[in-house]
C-alpha cells in the first residue's frame, strides 16, 4: 500500500487546511456575531417587557440559547449560501468561501449547535420557548435560505419573520406563553425589515445580480423599491407607537418612536429623491445606518422603561 | 527507542501553525465542554432550589 502513497505527488500528500480545521475564530464567524448581539437584545426586551419574575439564572442561560440558536441559522445559512458568498465582494472573504473551513465542518457545527441551543432551552425554560427557536432556526435556514432567498424578490419581507421571532421567544422563555407585547414587537422587526434591507441592496444591486439573487432592486427595480421603502417606512411610524397605544411603551418611548420614525420617513424620502451617483449611495447607505440606530433606541426605551423603572404613561 | 505512532502512509507531521491551530480548538471544545457541564449544574441548582438536599433518600 505505501507504493501507491509514494508516488503521489507531494501535494496529493499534505493534508488540507480543510483536514487540518480552520481557526477559533473562523468558527466563531460563522455564527454572524454582529446578528447574535442583536437578537440577545431584542430577546431581553421580550422577557423584559413581560413583567414576569424569573430566576435570573435561567434567563441568562435562556438567552444564551436563544444567542446560539440564531448563531446556528447563521452558520447553516453560509453553508448553504457559499456559493453565492463567494461571488459577492461583501461575503467572499467569509470562512467557507474563503476556504478556512470545509462546507461539511460548518453543516456539522451548525447542526450540533441548532439540536443543543433547543435541547437546553427546553430544559432550562420551557418546550413553547425550545418549539419556537427551532421554529425560527428552520424557517431561516430553510424557508429563507435554501428557498425564498434565490426565489421571490420578496425574500427578505417573508424571511424577516425569523429575525423577528427572539422577542417573542425571550417572552415564551419567562412567561410561559406568547402576548400581545412581543407580538408587537415582531410587527416591529417585521415591518423594519425591508427598508433596512432594501436601502442596502439599491447600492448592492450589481453584486446580487452577478450571484444571480432576486432582490428586489433587481426584479422590480430601483424605483419601485424605493417607492416601497418609503411606504414600509410609513407603516412602521404607527406600528413603532403601537406599544404606547397598549400601554407598555411609556413618554420616552413614545417620543423616541415619534422622532425615531420620522427619522426613518425622513430618510426614505431622502432615498425616494436620490437616485444617480454618490447622492443616491450617501441616501441608502444613511437610510440603512439610521435604521440601526433606529431599532437600537426604540428597544432601549423599552428596556429602560420596563427594565430600569423610568415608565411615565402618556395614555391613562 | 521511542515508540512510533501508527501513521496514514499518506499523511505528513503539522507544520508548527497547524499543531498551533489544532490545540486552540481543542482548548475551545474543551471550554465549552466545561461551560455546558457549568450550565447543566448551576441550572439544576437554579430549579431545584434547596430541595435538592432535602428529598427523601
Redesign the interface.
Known sequence: ??SL??S?PAD????SLHQ?????SD?FALLKPRVMVLVIFTALVGMVVSHVHV?P??AT?SL?MIAVGAGASGCLNMWWDADIDAVMTRTAKRPIPDGRIAPGEALAFGLVLSAGSVM?LG??ANWLAAGLLAFTIVFYAVIYSMWLKRATPQNIVIGGAAGALPPIIGQAAVSGSVGIESIVLFLIIFIWTPPHFWALALIKSGEYAKAGIPMMPNVAGPQSTRRQIVGYSLLLFPIGLAPVALGFGGLLYAVTGVIGGLGMLAFSLQVFRQREGEGEKRAALGMFGFSILYLFLLFSALLAEQGLGLFRAVLS | MSPVPDQDPGSRALTPDETQRRRKRSIAIALVLGALVAIFYVLTIAKLGPQIMSRPL
Open positions: 500500500m505505501t502513497s509514494n503521489l496529493a500528500r499534505t493534508p487540518v480545521g480552520g481557526e477559533v468558527f430566576q439564572v435561567i442561560i444564551l437546553v430544559l432550562a
